[in-house]
């Protein structure tokens, strides 16, 4: 029995993170960086009973792709599904930033995802860790690395996995792959199972399924599920990948907002659909029927120019009431909370100042609107400083928003925040209230300086909801977050593990510390954690490794 | 979590040069099983780190049933279970043998 070709002709989905690996690159040209043999595992699960993988549930390393040299990462969806947990996260992060450092660029990145996003056991840890990946995924693109996200695996791909895949140069999608910020499961247990019923398997597909992303354009390519149609997919994939730049970020966020304006409020693909007058049985058809409906509704289409933002009356933040900011006359609020505007200096200099306040949710709307927003100030004012405030209560939880692609609209304004960094923008976010789940990767985690006031409150999720998800007493989840920063929400655990640097109450001495920050000419990175980790050791590690082999 | 530490001595040295293999995944009822020739050729050392407490008099039965029945010399065998049943445990020890003795 020839065994590679039994793994090409497999399900892609029933594989093992190995056997995609073994099966999508050149029969044997995989090396693996921190093999198993390394024992590189999570110190945080033995803490609650739960046995360590060997890999932590992510294979890394470097192999060869039609002959040419690329890095891969694939997770493995069957172990805690596929989470980024502090270990994980810190191989995927090295393997980023070694392509960038060292001295033979790949080719491009293949990213295997199959996760539920951030594992819970370490959520802090994990949340820090999508961030950075974002990051230095970026940090590739820009150096003309093409970073291929390939989602068709148990666990594709929610939260902080979507957000990675959503900022990837290009995404292929099989029919049982899903992708989505909230999962079923999560919406239902915060919203209720009137927004969404999880046990309803046929709508968890229809909302998050891989024919509606690939039809609404959140993946590209649209593969059979084995894995050499993955295989021929990354090639396809690599061939067109887009630039990581402005004008490209813009077509997207644009066409985006189309999308948004013309289908928003709808509630179910059939629906959409109806809408787009494309066949009501498309979940139905054969995937090469599928795929060539697809292909005729992909036709470029025109998209009118976004609407303009709502310019709403003066806003004054309550919370920075001693006057830590300065507002000129022209800032605003949009109904559903973001802010504009710019404040000056002691010095006269202006700084951009955007965000999303009043604890509201980042939905779809105020996606476009950031994403437009960042744009504009990256276009006509290039260089200035950029101030994003952030009190949000997290992503939308909404069956529509997931519906149209709340994962690359958040997406967007991740790529944006690190586009105007790497245009020579200083980027500080201040903290002021609370920031939840994706919506503290997007809009914290991008910046280059966090700074927050101390009754900020950052969580990836609440204790109980933790508790609700991973099916552990709350009390025993309470007795570890004593004994460590990686999984209790709030201030303290995050300025601990370094994604919070500093913490200022309102005032004089705030003002002075922005202004100081926002005009430096350049911000020491990266600077000295409080809580000393492995995380950053480990990143390092990988990086060289990288280089070496 | 419980660890268990099995060693055996006297046995027939595995065939074969793969340096190590790596078998299944951590998962409820699943496990995952590194094997590395990493002990004297007559040596068979087990180290199990399971998240069911409670089962080592099984874990040594099975382990002890290995040894017995096939050349297991030399190798080091690190186990994280996830409860995975006893049958299990040995399709996926005998899975990993087979990776070991084969090119």
């Not at chain 1, 939260?159 to 290009?170: D, E, F, K, N």
């Not at chain 1, 599928?290 to 025109?302: C, D, I, L, M, S």
Request: aromatic share 4%; net charge negative.
């Amino acid at each position: 029995m020839d065994l590679s070709a039994t793994i090409l002709a497999g399900s892609y989905y029933e594989s093992s993170a190995r056997e995609r690996l073994a099966g999508l690159l050149d029969p044997g040209s995989f090396v693996e960086i921190l093999p198993p043999t390394e024992r590189c595992r999570s110190p945080h699960l033995a803490q609650f009973g739960i046995a360590g993988a060997f890999d932590d549930g992510i294979v890394i390393g470097r192999g060869l792709l039609d002959g040419r040299a690329v890095l891969v990462a694939a997770q493995e969806g069957a172990f805690l599904g596929g989470t980024f947990g502090e270990v994980h996260g810190a191989k995927l992060v090295g393997l980023l930033r070694g392509a960038v450092s060292g001295a033979e660029r790949p080719a491009a990145i293949l990213l295997l995802l199959d996760t539920g996003g951030v594992r819970l056991q370490e959520a802090n840890a994990g949340e820090i860790a999508v961030g950075d990946a974002i990051v230095a995924l970026l940090e590739a693109r820009a150096a003309g690395i093409p970073v291929i996200a390939l989602l068709g695996g148990r666990s594709v791909c929610f939260g902080g996995g979507s957000l990675v895949a959503a900022c990837c140069s290009g995404r292929a999608i099989s029919e049982p792959g899903r992708l989505g910020v909230s999962g079923p499961e999560v919406i239902e247990t915060t919203i209720g199972v009137e927004e969404f019923d999880a046990r309803d398997r046929p709508l968890v597909w229809r909302i998050f399924g891989g024919r509606t992303r690939h039809l609404l354009e959140g993946a590209d390519l649209y593969a059979d599920d084995t894995t050499s149609a993955f295989r021929t997919a990354a090639v396809a994939l690599i061939a067109e990948a887009p630039a990581f730049h402005a004008p490209h970020l813009r077509h997207q966020t644009v066409n985006h907002a189309g999308r948004v304006r013309a289908l928003g409020g709808l509630r179910d693909a059939t629906e959409v659909w109806q809408r787009l007058s494309l066949p009501p049985g498309i979940h139905d058809v054969s995937d090469d029927t599928f795929r060539a409906v697809a292909a005729a509704h992909h036709r470029p289409r025109g998209d009118a120019a976004p609407a303009a933002a709502t310019r709403a009356q003066a806003f004054a933040l309550t919370t920075l009431a001693d006057g830590a900011l300065d507002w000129q006359g022209d800032s605003w609020i949009t109904p559903d909370g973001v802010i504009g505007g710019a404040v000056r200096t002691e010095q006269g200099d202006a700084i951009a100042v955007i965000g999303l306040v009043g604890g509201a949710p980042l939905g779809l709307d105020a996606c476009v609107t950031l994403s437009r927003e960042l744009a504009a100030i990256t276009a006509e004012a290039p260089g200035r400083p950029i101030l994003i405030l952030v009190d949000t209560i997290g992503q939308k939880m909404s069956r529509s928003d997931e519906l149209l692609g709340l994962s690359q609209a958040i997406g967007h304004v991740a790529q944006s925040i690190v586009l105007a960094r790497q245009h020579g923008h200083r980027v500080v976010t201040l903290l002021v209230g609370k920031a939840a789940a994706a919506a503290f990767i997007a809009l914290v985690l991008m910046a280059e300086r966090v700074v927050a006031l101390p009754e900020a409150e950052p969580a990836v999720l609440s204790l109980p909801v933790i508790a609700r998800v991973t099916k552990m007493p709350l009390a025993e989840l309470e007795r570890v977050s004593r004994t460590t920063p990686v999984l209790a929400p709030g201030l303290e655990p995050m300025r601990l593990l370094g994604a919070v640097q500093e913490v200022l109450p309102a005032g004089p001495t705030l003002k002075r510390r922005l202004e100081t920050l926002l005009s430096a000419a350049h911000l020491d990175q990266p600077i000295p954690v409080p809580a000393a980790r492995p995380y950053r050791a480990l990143i390092t590690r990988v990086q060289s490794l990288v280089a070496s082999v | 979590m419980e660890t268990i530490d099995i060693s055996h001595e006297g046995l027939t040295a595995l065939p074969g040069n793969t340096p190590w293999a790596v078998v299944g995944v951590v998962a409820s009822g699943n496990l995952e099983i590194l094997l590395e020739r990493a002990s004297p050729p007559d040596t068979c050392t087990v180290r199990i780190e399971t998240s069911a407490e409670g089962f080592a008099p099984i874990w040594q039965a099975v382990i002890r049933d290995l040894v017995a029945r096939h050349a297991t010399g030399g190798l080091r065998i690190a186990i994280n279970d996830g409860g995975a049943r006893p049958d299990t445990v040995t399709l996926r020890l005998l899975q990993g043998l087979s990776m070991m003795a084969g090119a």
